[in-house]
């Protein structure tokens, strides 16, 4: 069955790039009517959502963070991709891919198991 | 942003009971795009229901949904040992798509 698995740096110093990707396996990143998207969690605390693409490259971004914030798919790797620039120690938190579906009336109906990402020099 | 609050914080429970946990927003979500969402520690969240009121594939038929607008319901009828946990409720109609506070259910 699908799964999502993210991968990244588990630490990144103030003020760089956090970069993570999420691959998709047992299935296609590009089947029909589905969008990718990242979650995120700090440690104790709530669930934020990050932002979204389809396939086709159209996505839409939390605009808490928009500024920061770019989200790319690469079909070639079955991979879509987050970057987070200019992290603040307040970045720190499991971050988490997931799929939208139709099956779900897009609803986040698959998760990746999550990635730590800490700030901190 | 459509804020959403949850109802109680903490559920103290024993096993067998029912549970009924709230989820409010602050604008009317559309189209009934809301989820709910089970937490266990150290886990990835579980789609259990999506809008408001259908079980996505797997989850047992003692989590019910229902409501509309801006108040919605999320109930399980007879707790296991294994639904204390963490729910979270989620409007993904528009964009923020955002989540709850969340509920913990745990053990009276």
């Known amino acids: 069955q699908l799964q999502l698995q993210e991968s990244g740096p588990g630490l990144v110093k103030p003020s760089e790039t956090l970069s993570l990707s999420c691959t998709v396996s047992?299935?296609?990143?590009?089947?029909?009517?589905?969008?990718w998207g990242w979650i995120r969690q700090p440690p104790g605390k709530g669930l934020e959502w990050i932002g979204s693409?389809?396939?086709?490259?159209?996505?839409y971004r939390n605009p808490s963070l928009k500024s920061r914030v770019s989200i790319s798919v690469d079909t070639s790797k079955n991979q879509f991709s987050l970057r987070l620039n200019f992290v603040t120690a307040t970045d720190t938190a499991m971050y988490y891919c997931a799929r939208q579906g139709p099956g779900s009336a897009d609803a986040f109906d698959i998760w990746g198991q999550g990635t730590v990402v800490t700030v901190s020099s | 942003e459509n804020v959403l609050t949850q109802s109680p914080g903490i559920l103290s429970l024993s096993p067998g009971d029912g549970a009924t946990l709230s989820c409010r927003a602050s604008q009317s979500v559309s189209s009934n795009y809301l989820a709910w969402y089970q937490q266990k520690p150290g886990q990835a969240p579980r789609l259990l229901i999506y809008?408001?009121?259908s079980r996505a594939t797997g989850i047992p038929d003692r989590f019910s949904g229902s409501g509309s607008g801006t108040d919605f319901t999320l109930t399980i009828s007879r707790l296991e040992p294994e639904d204390f946990a963490v729910y979270y409720c989620q409007q993904y109609h528009t964009s923020p798509f955002t989540f709850g506070p969340g509920t913990k259910v745990d053990i009276k």
């Open positions: 047992g299935g296609s990143i590009i089947s029909s009517g589905y969008y």
């Open positions: 809008g408001a009121s």
């Open positions: 693409i389809h396939n086709s490259g159209g996505n």
